[in-house]
């Protein structure tokens, strides 16, 4: 990542955001995938490592880089494991979009108050309230299926606070860090 | 920078509220009665007695055996009182959330709160 400190030029400084776009990116499928390894305990509950990435880059680059991000992770990720366009995926992208929401609307909000960790509660349910009206709509157009929102909202608090913590940390190592560790 | 910010705390006790009034609507039992309804078999004549949980009163209804007291009192019902040997109608106590049952066989008594949010349709023994 040496090049992003490069003397900065109009396309120069385009192409310095589509390379922290791209770097961050590929952390965040690596993320993705490495969790879509493990198997989920319950279904339905993952913890979501990959949206500290997204957190960490809205706070250091803003919403559009953080957009970017999430879009290609939830995008080249699916391909990657094989479930794109499937279910899974549509759970996956309509989660994204609304976490995307999310901290676009509590950044709008908030965002003078707000650390990594309100961020990261607010993207996690978001992310989990609109999955949960996305399966019902669907997939299981069953009013049984919304008994489970209390349970898994409280994965999605629960998930969101560590995913948060996680976030606010590597943020303040970011900011202590020397110059070429940043980005 | 610290780790967490006085916003963040807001938000998470805003979150967890909100879980806590989903678990709550969604998982607790059948909410409260607004009214009681004593049926007595053989049914008497003018069909089953229905009080308003939110008057106080306390009632006899004839039964096989003799009167049973019924009481109403802060939005519940009980049987005070009745001439059966057991006394289990009794011992079931105060009855408050909607689709509670308590009954007097003997003496030939049921006593039911109804109205509301009910957690079951019926109850069967």
């Given at each position: ?116 960790l ?47 913590v996680?976030?606010a940390t590597?943020?303040a ?11 | 920078?610290n780790l967490v ?121």
């Amino acid at each position: 990542m040496a090049t992003e400190n490069s003397m900065p030029s109009a396309s120069e400084s385009l192409g310095r955001d589509d390379r922290l776009i791209a770097g961050f990116a590929a952390l965040a499928i690596a993320i993705h995938i490495l969790e879509a390894a493990f198997p989920s305990p319950l279904p339905g509950v993952k913890p979501g490592l990959a949206n500290v990435v997204t957190v960490v880059v809205l706070l250091r680059y803003g919403w559009y880089t953080a957009a970017w991000v999430a879009a290609l992770r939830v995008l080249a990720g699916s391909l990657l494991v094989g479930t794109f366009l499937s279910p899974t995926f549509i759970m996956s992208a309509s989660g994204a979009v609304a976490a995307l929401l999310a901290l676009w609307l509590a950044r709008a909000l908030a965002g003078r108050w707000l650390g990594a960790l309100g961020y990261s509660v607010c993207a996690a349910l978001a992310h989990m309230g609109t999955q949960l009206v996305v399966a019902w709509q669907l997939f299981i157009p069953h009013p049984a299926l919304l008994n489970l929102a209390p349970f898994l909202l409280t994965a999605a608090l629960v998930f969101g606070i560590v995913s948060g913590v996680i976030a606010a940390t590597v943020l303040a190592k970011l900011d202590a860090g020397p110059e070429p560790a940043r980005a | 920078m610290n780790l967490v910010r006085p916003a963040d705390a807001v938000v998470v006790a805003l979150a967890a509220l909100l879980i806590g009034a989903a678990w709550a609507s969604l998982w607790s039992r059948g909410g409260p009665a607004e009214f009681a309804e004593i049926t007595t078999s053989p049914a008497s004549s003018g069909g089953p007695v229905v009080l308003d949980l939110g008057r106080d009163a306390t009632v006899e209804v004839a039964g096989r055996m003799g009167p049973s007291r019924i009481e109403v009192r802060d939005g519940r019902a009980r049987f005070a009182d009745s001439p059966c040997v057991g006394r289990l109608c009794v011992h079931a106590g105060w009855l408050s959330r909607s689709g509670q049952v308590a009954a007097c066989l003997p003496n030939g008594v049921i006593l039911e709160v109804t109205g509301g949010d009910r957690e079951f349709d019926a109850i069967s023994f």
